[in-house]
């Protein structure tokens, strides 16, 4: 039988938002302090992940923070022409302060503040929570430009985003002030629906990996949101029920390989892509929502 209206409901709540927001501002004061070795830089603190976009649930409700490093950039300029390669070329000073040593300036001063409340990561630092502290994770990371093929390689055609690299040296790009927005558009757009019904989505996927249904990994809250910024604001109907079966509907008939991220830079159902969702994975993920909404009792 389908889930009823009121669990929907329950389902659709904002998760802590008065801790999380003391926990960010405490750091982020931390981070601002005009004593860490890296203050005279330029660098921007802000807000990324569920908490940020207000979509976060009462179990993943951890605080994203994002310090990034303006002053020195990385780009993409695999689209450009030969010429405007070469125009970039010219153009382009190395940096004498780099991403690696500005994540070093960032950990030691996160060190000196909270001690051994500091756990560096794959990919960011680990701030455990204490007290009305909640856990927080603080990823370090430079500007990124992503020129357009339209760039002559010495303008301001580009996509700025941020990277940053993991543990194992890989880098990771991503756009997350562009999925801010967009996820803010697409809620306006609905009527306030959108971000309610990621709560409900996300919320469910920890309830099927709770009962065995998913493996925890298979659907990160990330693609989740990304899936659903892809169906037409017509979809998100006047109750949860109606949205969610609408939505659901729309993405199991729909061309998944022309669904875009939320940031609509990156293709969301791909292989072998480190910003993409396994196509197993997206698959999986479906086939597993339609038998717990069919299971429910």
């Known amino acids: 039988m389908p889930i009823p209206e009121s669990q929907l409901e329950t389902w659709s709540h904002q998760g802590s938002v008065t801790q999380s927001a003391q926990t960010y501002e405490s750091i982020r ?83 000196k503040a909270y001690g051994a409340d500091v756990v560096p990561g794959k990919k960011a630092i680990l701030i455990k929570g204490k007290g009305t502290r909640r856990d927080a994770d603080v990823l370090v990371c430079a500007q990124h430009r992503r020129y357009q093929a339209t760039s002559n390689g010495a303008d301001d055609k580009y996509d700025e985003g941020i990277c940053f690299w993991a543990s194992d040296g890989t880098q990771i790009i991503n756009f997350p002030k562009q999925h801010a927005e967009n996820c803010t558009t697409k809620h306006q757009g609905t009527y306030l629906r959108f971000k309610p019904l990621v709560r409900v989505y996300k919320n469910m996927r920890n309830r099927m990996i709770d009962d065995g249904y998913i493996a925890d990994g298979v659907a990160p809250s990330y693609f989740i949101e990304g899936m659903l910024w892809n169906v037409p604001e017509s979809h998100f109907g006047k109750s949860y029920e109606d949205s969610f079966v609408n939505t659901f509907n729309w993405v199991s008939n729909a061309d998944k390989t022309k669904f875009a991220c939320a940031n609509d830079l990156f293709w969301l159902v791909r292989d072998n892509a480190k910003n993409c969702w396994p196509t197993a994975n997206f698959e999986a993920y479906l086939a597993a929502v339609k038998r717990y909404w069919n299971d429910w009792s």
Not at 83 to 98: C, N
């Open 29 to 111: 004061k931390v981070l601002n302090d005009s004593a860490s070795p890296y203050y005279s830089k330029d660098f921007s603190i802000f807000l990324h992940g569920s908490y940020g976009n207000d979509t976060n649930v009462y179990r993943d409700s951890d605080v994203d923070i994002v310090i990034c490093l303006n002053q020195t950039y990385y780009s993409d300029t695999n689209a450009l022409t030969e010429g405007a390669k070469s125009s970039y070329g010219k153009e382009f000073i190395s940096a004498t302060y780099q991403y690696a040593d500005f994540k070093s300036d960032v950990i030691a001063w996160l060190s």
